[in-house]
């Protein structure tokens, strides 16, 4: 059996947040992710919330609840508000 690797919205390398998508039969899960860095310097991703989506859901309709969750979720628009 192939194993399923998830997906990330914007990217797997992405900085600060991101969003895990992990296909399933039934349902599929979104991973709300946040960057930390540990004591010894290391990066880690931790998740802190999570939703599941009826896995009917169209392409189109799934694009765009993954980017709507990530917009409500996100610290990019925090980020662009801020003067440097």
Excluded: T
Excluded at 43 to 64: H, M, Q, T
């Amino acid at each position: 059996m192939p194993k399923i690797k998830p997906v990330y919205y914007p990217s797997e390398n992405a900085v600060l947040d991101r969003v895990r998508y992990i296909p399933g039969r039934k349902l599929h899960v979104l991973e709300y992710q946040e960057e930390r860095i540990d004591p010894k310097g290391n990066i880690e991703w931790i998740s802190v919330d999570r939703i599941l989506l009826d896995n009917k859901l169209s392409v189109k309709a799934f694009n765009g609840v993954i980017r709507n969750w990530y917009d409500v979720k996100s610290h990019l628009p925090w980020i662009k508000s801020c003067k440097f």
